[in-house]
């Protein structure tokens, strides 16, 4: 079974910059990891991702291109999320989630980590 933990996150004014951390354990075949986001009563939505073979690959969400960057850092099961020019609309909770490339964005068989708040005001 894989396992996702996550860690980062917190309060941060308009303009600021917060950074996730995701480490994922055991069995990670050819996946994809990366982090969702749900705010209150919205609909949960694919933020970044990254391809863990090949860390080269990374797709983003429209709302956050240029401003979140994911990246895999040297123990290659962990992916990092830097945020910057944080918006108030990006206060949300924030899952890391691992799965098939073809069905990352969908979420329909990702595995999921705990959350963790992203606050932005």
């Keep these: 079974d ?6 980062g996150g917190g309060s941060v004014q308009t303009g600021g910059s917060l950074r996730l951390s995701c480490a994922a354990s055991g069995s990670t075949p050819i996946s994809c990891l990366g982090w969702f986001r749900q705010a209150p009563n919205k609909e949960r939505e694919g933020v970044a991702v990254l391809v863990l073979s090949d860390g080269s690959k990374t797709y983003y969400a429209n709302s956050v291109k240029g401003r979140f960057t994911i990246s895999q850092d040297s123990a290659k ?7 910057n020019s944080l918006k108030p ?6 899952y890391c989630a691992i799965g098939r490339c073809g069905s990352w964005w969908s979420g329909s068989d990702n595995v999921w980590g705990q959350g963790t708040q992203v606050t932005v005001s």
């Design 2 to 7: 894989v396992q996702l933990v996550e860690s």
């Design 89 to 94: 609309e990006d206060s949300a909770m924030y």
């Design 77 to 83: 099961n962990t992916v990092n999320l830097q945020m």
